[in-house]
């Protein structure tokens, strides 16, 4: 069966003769030249009831990642975001249900002063939101999956692995009470001020991506288009406290944060002369940042657990 990957790179990634198209399929934007202006990041992607979210899922919520998931990936190529689209596919045009969507997408929109400009609605057999979103970054700032340097270290935002206890807990896995399902819930909600933060970022950081498919396969494709391997000390994960709290066991809560996925924190590489300017961005924007390990020589990702070393490529999500 094919992977979601080389279903894509298989039937859907083209040679293109048109100048403008600086960076076609296979980053977390596309990046279109507009000469003086830079370059207009553009990204899609899309929140299925059943796949993306749970069935009854509040709408308010619903609205806010539909916009915060694409949000995510202009923050991760560093730039500015502008301009959305949406698509609603939708079973029923429930007026409260709309309301409140709306609500949520507004408030982020308007938090990050970004525009509607169109979109598209129609009735469907399952609900599902699709949104496009566009911001420019400057020619020399974007930060790609292909830029990681050998010895470059690697760090990622804030921390990981709470959206994946949601998810664990909607599927019965683990029991959540109350206010620990809110945190875990709520955790993906965070991201708006690592947009303020990978604008700047990227006067010294070349190449990010954000943690949607889970912090291995997402480093995985940063290491694929870099040709290069990475080296990863597990101790120094950002394992989110809920997980420590809920579950006493150290490898439930390395696998949720390796593993997992939904993050929507940044995962990017930087030359270690810059460790003091990242510590003050860090501070000047309130954005935790952990050095989680090394990018290196090689193919596959290590994973480094005290004197023992792991192969840590392989599991992460995909949708087929
Ligand atoms: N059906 C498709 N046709 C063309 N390009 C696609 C398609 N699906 C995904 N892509 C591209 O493949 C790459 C990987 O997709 P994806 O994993 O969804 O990226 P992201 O995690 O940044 O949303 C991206 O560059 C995306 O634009
Ligand atoms: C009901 C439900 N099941 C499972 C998950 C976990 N999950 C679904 S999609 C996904 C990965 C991200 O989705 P994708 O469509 O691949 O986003 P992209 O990488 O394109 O940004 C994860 C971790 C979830 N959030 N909700
Ligand atoms: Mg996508």
Redesign the pocket.
């Known amino acids: 069966m094919l992977g979601e990957f080389d279903l894509i790179h298989r039937y859907f990634t083209k040679e293109t003769d048109n100048k403008s198209v600086s960076l076609s399929v296979g980053d977390d934007c596309a990046l279109i030249d507009c000469n003086e202006r830079g370059y207009l990041a553009i990204t899609t992607?899309?929140l299925n009831e059943?796949?993306?979210?749970?069935k009854g899922e509040d709408p308010y919520t619903l609205g806010y990642k539909s916009l915060l998931?694409n949000v995510s990936?202009l923050a991760s190529m560093g730039a500015k975001p502008e301009y959305f689209t949406l698509s609603l596919t939708l079973k029923e045009a429930a007026e409260d249900f709309l309301k409140a969507f709306a609500d949520g997408m507004f408030t982020l929109a308007d938090e990050l002063d970004m525009t509607l400009i169109g979109g598209n609605t129609s009735k469907g057999s399952a609900d599902s939101f699709s949104i496009e979103a566009m911001g420019y970054v400057a020619k020399d700032r974007a930060m790609l999956r292909a830029n990681a340097r050998d010895g470059d270290l690697i760090c990622v935002t804030g921390t990981l692995g709470a959206p994946?206890l949601f998810?664990e807990s909607?599927y019965g896995k683990i029991a959540l009470n109350d206010s620990q399902r809110l945190i875990a819930h709520n955790k993906a909600m965070l991201m708006p001020n690592r947009c303020a933060f990978a604008c700047e970022l990227s006067e010294f950081v070349r190449c990010a991506i954000d943690i949607?498919?889970?912090l291995m396969g997402d480093l995985k494709h940063i290491c694929d288009r870099s040709n290069l391997a990475a080296c990863i000390d597990v101790d120094t994960l950002p394992v989110d406290p809920l997980i420590k709290s809920v579950e006493k066991t150290r490898e439930y809560g390395l696998n949720l944060a390796l593993f997992?996925?939904?993050d929507y924190e940044l995962l990017f590489t930087v030359d270690k002369k810059y460790a003091d300017d990242l510590k003050a961005l860090s501070a000047k924007h309130n954005v935790q940042v952990s050095i989680i390990g090394k990018m290196i020589k090689g193919t596959d990702i290590v994973l480094k657990d005290g004197e023992s070393m792991f192969n840590g490529s392989g599991r992460a999500?995909e949708?087929f």
Request: aromatic share 16%.
């Open positions: 992607d899309t059943g796949i993306h979210y749970f998931v990936d994946a998810v909607g949607s498919d889970g997992g996925g939904g999500f949708h």
